[in-house]
């Protein structure tokens, strides 16, 4: 075992206490490709903000554990002493696979019980939080299901996540940030009612009443990509078929950032984003075959994506703090 901050690593205390006092959003971006890892960490260079590069276990076979770790790393040494990088993991779904990441060197990570009965869902999550606070390693929990991926069965409403019950799990668990369900939703289609439709606007009152009974509580937003249709185009218009592709509008993110949202999850942005750029590329020029080259393509265009969401959406830029190289 050996600590994260040994890797460069910070956890996230303080980047969430700056965030909630400044009134902005840290980027929680997801990654499963280098250049994906390379885009995140040049456009928060870029643009001077803090990070998340967060991580969802993928099987062995895909992205072995110790090549997500050099990948990681090298972004480490990339931002050294110019942004502050977090190495979290997303949706962990057991005490041992939370232990696991922990030892082997994250900064943060996420225990989700939220498909759980309540009261396990407080057990796990109060379980992984002794393990990962005797270790300086700061846990985000879930309370209520995000739609897309945890709500598979009855309306979106009935997983909206119940403020009455906040105070008691924050409580009982220790938690350092919670993911609440608002009517965010994972995946590319955040419009679950009928096609054509505006997806429906996010419950800020939930917000606002889990910022009344605890207003210091870092609060994050899973399944918030905006879902830009110029992407989704180039995607469609090289051989794709992507269809009912929707997103959740800058305007609810920001608002939802104004009350007490201090982290935003963005995923899939960043996966329609790069395979269009992809698709474009290789139309555009059918005779390349050297991946360094149409990959280069996604990278740019993912440099200005994160950039964007930087400056325009979540308020992060020129918000980083001074980390030691």
Known sequence: MRSYEAYGFVNTKAMYERALAGHYAVPGYNFNTLEQVQAIVQACIDTCSPVLLQYFVLPEEQLHPALVLGLVRGAAEMAAGRIDVAFHLD?????????????????????????????????????????????????????????????ADGPMEEHYTKPDEVEDFVAATGVDSLAVSVGTVHGASKNLAKPGQTPPPLRLDILEEVKRRLPGLPVVLHGASAIPQEHVRAVNAHGGSLTRAVGIPDDQIRAAIAINVCKVNIHSDTQIAMTGAVRTHLVACPGDFDPRTYLDSARKVLVALYSDKNRRVLGSAGKASTVPP
Do not use: W
């Open 91 to 151: 949706h962990g779904s057991s005490f041992e696979q939370c232990k696991a990441c922990i030892d082997g060197g994250y900064s943060s990570v996420m225990i989700d019980g939220s498909q759980l009965p309540h009261a396990d869902n407080v057990a796990m999550t109060r379980e992984v939080v002794s393990y990962a606070h005797d270790r300086g390693v700061t846990v985000e929990g879930e309370l209520g299901g995000i739609a897309g991926r945890e709500t």
